[in-house]
């Protein structure tokens, strides 16, 4: 045997200092270490020595085969602490880069948040309060308290998405903001000057003026004397104050089951200016609301004196009012959440 294994270990040291990667350090370890390399060599020859140097040269053989491993060892743990150095800064995110670098966009309340909270301001500026009531609602509030018992033919005006909860059609999503009138006036304290805006729900096909889930602010005004021309009146001043005075209003003879007289509530269209456009069916109108003088009966279901005590209602489209005042076309542009769309307005 011929190998002088200070010579063999130097050899591989000096080959490990040049490596880099773990796959390139396991097959030179193979060939460090494995029966064909020159200690594998050297072991398989120690069968052929005499007994008292096989002792010798496989002590010396071990030693060798040691501290190769130990400067594997140590090779393998410099590459790896190198190479999770690399990756860490590879991965390094400078937060600060941005700030110096652009200015970051900031978002902004939905248009028709906007508007709610801007028609809560005109009313709040008359003098009425503001108040919510429950999206999901019993059929007592949405549609009985409102002079509207089971089987009415008027409940055809409202198509209902009815809950599967209690007994069946008991339970659904309010349709318009009225049944928030009964739970205030169900609260007992009067005179009531409030508005009350929120979220309804109906079985609407989507076109340029209906969506299924759309908004409504409702106002009740109850107190002594209360009268028609006061209806009309808050309408009009309402109207100049949020469209301005170019725009006109007027109140057209309808039918709700829970005010009498009924009336509806008719702004100039603003897309077309009153000429006639597809969005008010050609008619240079646009229907908001509707409203009337609160209905003995209504009264009557909260217990409420209707000989001592009168009253109004009226209830708008709040995506019908954005609709009008940002001159939208369609309406379903305000629930696609076309980010094109929404940061125009
Ligand atoms: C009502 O909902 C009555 N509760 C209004 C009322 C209140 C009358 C108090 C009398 C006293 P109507 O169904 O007409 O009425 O709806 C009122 C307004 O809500 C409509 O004029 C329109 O502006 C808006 N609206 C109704 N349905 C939709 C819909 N599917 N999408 C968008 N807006 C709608």
Known sequence: MDYNLEIVVQDAKDALSTIDDLEELSRLRNNLLSKKSQLGTARSSLATLPLDQRREIGAKIELARKEIESALAERRQLIEVRTRKEKLAADE?????????????????????????????????????????????????????????????????WDTFYLDLGEPETVLL???????????????????????PGRCYRRDT????????????????????????????????????????????????????FTEPSAEFEITCTICAGSGCRTCSHTGWIELGGCGMVHPAVFEAVGI???RWTGFAFGFGIDRCAQMRYQIPDMRVLMENDYRFMKQL
């Open 206 to 257: 989507p076109d340029s003026r209906h969506l299924p889930i759309f908004h409504q602010i409702e106002g009740l005004v109850v107190d002594i004397g209360i009268s028609f021309a006061n209806l009309a009146g808050t309408i009009e001043d309402f109207t100049t104050a949020y469209f301005g005075a170019g725009i006109h209003s007027r109140l057209r003879p309808s039918y709700f089951p």
């Open 174 to 196: 309010r349709t318009h903001t009225s049944p928030t009138q009964i739970r205030v006036m169900e609260s007992g304290e009067l005179p009531i000057y409030a508005v009350m």
């Open 93 to 157: 995110i400078d937060i600060t880069e941005w700030l110096e670098s652009s200015t970051p966009a900031r978002g902004h309340q939905h248009i028709v948040q906007r508007t709610r909270d801007e028609l809560e301001d005109v009313f709040v500026g008359m003098g009425f309060s503001v108040n919510e009531g429950p999206e999901v609602e019993t059929d007592w509030y949405n549609f009985e308290a409102l002079n509207i018992p089971p089987a009415h033919p008027a409940r055809g005006m």
């Open 305 to 307: 004196d209707s000989k």
